[in-house]
């Protein structure tokens, strides 16, 4: 067993008589199998957006889609509109969003995880992705001739990973497949991909820094940060309706408008006390999703569809403030809050050992959606270098923080799946045979570093 799985804590399994020729049997069952597979699949499973493509095209993933279901009709309607609505559920994505305010939605991922009752809703999802989001010419994809990698966050729970495992090999019927943190897969997919260096990687649903040295993430210094852009989304809604705006924190419709002006208009500033109240405001415009004559979304280039103007809105010092909580949490109200994200990062970076000071310290991480806003980057290297003692950084140097980008943890999995396909790694794919041959799971998560 690999030393990296015993320190994420997983048991070497034991030796018994059935183990005997067991690497002969999976040398076998690699050569039967393997020829009939095409490039290998990667699904980002983000709580906001889900991510997928094949290795192919290693740039960025080809389909992106929120990560919603709607399920079933929501509202009193007319006869004859509940029963249009009823034949075009469940949808999900933008499909579901385009029913946002006639359908119950379901966001099956809440702070990183699937939440335990979402589960049935979480594998439509993952099983949409091969029915109608990647395709091989015009034709769909078949899961069982593709390996699959799939990202899940920073300590996931054991059971859940089972779960995911158990899925694909019982009901896509997958042959190979395997698990990625997110974050050590975020540090291999920016432009220089590094082994060793710490991962601020903020979503949808959380925030985790995370050291990673040669590859292996040091999982008992993971630092889980709840506040993400999904907080900031419902933070900013409630500041526009303090700006006077109308707008219900409950509706589905409602947030999803905010969360795509939140991303067009909001700003970290260098020195959030220096905004004034009169800040010179700016004129944006709320979007909503087109639909045809039929209700239907209607898609542009890169079969993402398209949205048209549906009124002007005049953002104020709220555009600010918004993203400012991540360094604030006493914004909102919080007593005795978390420490700011700077903060946060700055404690995990003194809790480097000495002897990898000099590399992690040059290779500091930032990816996820939040991270892309607008000064997120300056502020965050501006703070840490600001804090961290002078002894350390006359030993490191300046922290140099780098943009990962929205899609690094996607990139970084089909670097990870191109490597794992090369005829002399692709015994690191966890096989059917692996998942058949141990009932405890030990021999899947023995090839794993979660």
Not at 134 to 147: V, Y
Not at 311 to 328: A, H, K, M, Q, W
Not at 358 to 384: D, Y
Not at 395 to 401: F, L, N, P, Q, Y
């Amino acid at each position: 067993m690999s030393g990296a799985a015993e320190a994420a804590g997983y048991p070497a399994p034991a030796a018994t008589a059935q183990d005997k020729g067991y690497e002969a049997e999976q040398k076998t069952y690699l050569a039967e199998h393997w020829h009939d597979q095409k490039p290998a699949v990667v699904i980002d499973n983000g709580t906001g957006r889900i991510k997928c493509g094949l290795i192919t095209q290693l740039e960025a993933p080809s389909c992106v889609f929120p990560n919603v279901r709607a399920t079933e009709v929501n509202g009193a309607l007319t006869v004859a509109t509940r029963k249009y609505q009823e034949d075009n559920l469940p949808a999900i994505g933008y499909e579901a969003l385009a029913k946002r305010t006639l359908a119950k939605l379901v966001y099956p991922m809440e702070h990183g995880y699937v939440l335990d009752y979402n589960w049935e809703h979480m594998e439509e999802i993952w099983r949409h992705v091969f029915t109608d989001c990647l395709t091989i010419g015009d034709d769909p994809i078949d899961a069982k001739n593709h390996p699959i990698l799939f990202t899940v966050a920073p300590l996931n729970p054991r059971r859940d990973s089972e779960k995911i495992v158990t899925f694909v090999f019982d009901k896509l019927r997958c042959k190979f497949m395997y698990l990625g943190v997110q974050a050590v897969l975020s540090l291999r997919g920016v432009p220089e991909p590094k082994n060793s260096g710490i991962v601020l990687d903020c979503g949808d649903g959380v925030a985790h820094i995370v050291p990673i040295i040669e590859g292996i993430p040091m999982t008992y210094k993971v630092q889980k940060i709840e506040s993400a852009g999904r907080d900031l989304t419902e933070f900013f809604l409630k500041l526009l309706n303090d700006e006077g705006q109308r707008l219900n924190p409950k509706s589905a419709a409602d947030l999803d408008k905010v969360r795509m002006l939140k991303e067009e208009v909001c700003e970290v500033a260098p020195i959030y006390s220096e905004v004034g109240l009169e800040c010179p405001k700016v004129k944006a415009t709320w979007k909503t999703p087109e639909l045809d004559a039929n209700g239907k979304l209607v898609y542009g280039e890169n079969s993402k569809p398209r949205f048209v103007d549906a009124g002007d809105v005049v953002i104020g010092r709220s555009r600010y403030t918004c993203p400012e909580l991540l360094f604030n949490s006493s914004l909102n109200g919080a007593i005795d809050g978390p420490p700011s994200i700077s903060e946060e990062l700055t404690t995990a970076l003194k809790g480097i050992g000495i002897d990898n000071e000099q590399t992690v310290f040059q290779n500091v991480i930032i990816s996820g959606g939040t991270m892309m806003t607008k000064g997120m980057h300056a502020r965050i290297e501006e703070e840490v270098n600001r804090a961290l003692p002078a002894y350390i950084q006359k030993r490191t140097g300046r922290v140099k923080v780098v943009d990962g980008g929205p899609e690094s943890v996607w990139r970084g999995g089909a670097l990870k799946a191109q490597e794992m396909s090369t005829e002399t790694n692709r015994e690191s794919w966890i096989s059917k045979k692996d998942y058949d041959h141990s009932a405890s799971f030990d021999r899947v998560f023995g090839k794993l570093t979660l």
